[in-house]
């Protein structure tokens, strides 16, 4: 796990613009908290999240996606449901 952390931080700072850094911070994280969930870290009833405090567009169709990746069905439809 460790070195796969350090992979996505590198990649993060070797970024050429901004958008790039986000894209690839924001995919770090997603990526090591999947890697959890499917280690057992967390439990299935257990909602992970990546969001943004200043969400764009961009980052609100990441959000989506990775809710999908990172959740059960049955939960990313409760919270869908509730964000309405």
């Known amino acids: ?5 350090v992979r996505h ?3 993060a700072r070797a970024a ?7 894209a ?8 090591v908290l999947a ?5 057992g870290r967390f439990a299935d009833d257990i909602f992970l999240i ?5 969400p764009g567009p961009d980052m ?9 990746r990172l959740n059960r069905e ?6 869908k449901s509730a964000a309405r």
């Open 1 to 5: 796990m460790h070195l796969r952390v």
């Open 9 to 11: 931080s590198e990649s």
């Open 16 to 22: 050429r613009t901004f958008a790039d850094h986000v």
């Open 24 to 31: 690839n911070s924001y995919g770090a994280l997603v990526d």
């Open 35 to 39: 890697e959890l969930r499917a280690a």
């Open 50 to 54: 990546v969001y943004s405090s200043d």
């Open 60 to 68: 609100e169709r990441r959000e989506l996606d990775a809710l999908a």
């Open 74 to 79: 049955e939960v990313v439809k409760a919270y």
